[in-house]
């Protein structure tokens, strides 16, 4: 698959809230509970970066290289929200030009990302791994196990989407404000918005296996140049 192919992908209509719907209906196939979606702020009100977090039950190493395929192999339950291995990364192609994913499960954690810019330079789609004893793992790392820590769980993944170059709308408000309606009624759940004092919401009891999204703002305490 080479660059053009993926340039192509990239201009489908595909609209963000169902490109972040496809990360959250991964993590509902991952058996999580709680769902997070934060943005990183450029400057006020001006999103530079998504996170999308759960305390799912993570991904192996080789789990993990194959949801960065397009058409990803693996075996399907009758259950599960995804059925062909595209969603979630066409999903994050509609929007950014890189991603990077780190994910914890059974005590060991694996990170890889992918990069336009390198694709474009060799022509043809991947992903790389990214080696976790980095400043640049690290960072990612410590990053997972600070949600997880919130929700008390050992096992999760996080999506870290940057370079948001086919998002129009970047206002965080308008975003926030869009996903919060159009989630609570795709997934049932109790949405909320989190201050940067982190207010605590409460399950709801009439969702499906996700039982808490919540949409809200992150700032870094130190940028790291992606």
Do not use: H
Request: aromatic share 10%.
């Amino acid at each position: 698959i080479g660059a053009k192919y993926i340039r192509g992908i990239r201009s489908s209509n595909y609209k963000y809230k169902t490109a972040l719907a496809e990360q959250i209906d991964n993590s509902q196939d991952a058996n999580a509970t709680e769902v997070r979606i934060d943005f990183v702020e450029e400057k006020k009100n001006k999103m530079k970066s998504i996170i999308i977090v759960d305390n799912g039950d993570g991904m192996s190493y080789d789990q993990l290289k194959n949801s960065f395929c397009l058409g990803a192999d693996r075996k399907y339950s009758k259950n599960d929200n995804g059925k062909f291995g595209m969603g979630g990364t066409n999903g994050a192609l509609s929007m950014c030009a890189v991603k990077v994913t780190v994910t914890k499960q059974a005590g060991e954690y694996n990170i890889r990302k992918y990069d336009l810019d390198e694709v474009n330079v060799r022509d043809a789609w991947g992903s790389s791994p990214v080696a976790t004893s980095t400043e640049y793992g690290t960072f990612f790392i410590n990053l997972l196990d600070g949600y997880l820590s919130k929700t008390k769980s050992d096992s999760g993944t996080l999506i870290f989407m940057t370079n948001l170059d086919r998002m129009k709308n970047k206002s965080v408000t308008q975003v926030t404000n869009v996903l919060k309606k159009q989630y609570g009624k795709t997934y049932y759940g109790a949405l909320y918005t989190e201050s940067l004092k982190a207010q605590t919401g409460k399950a709801c009891g009439k969702c499906r296996r996700t039982s808490v999204i919540f949409v809200g703002l992150y700032i870094f305490k130190k940028i790291l140049t992606i």
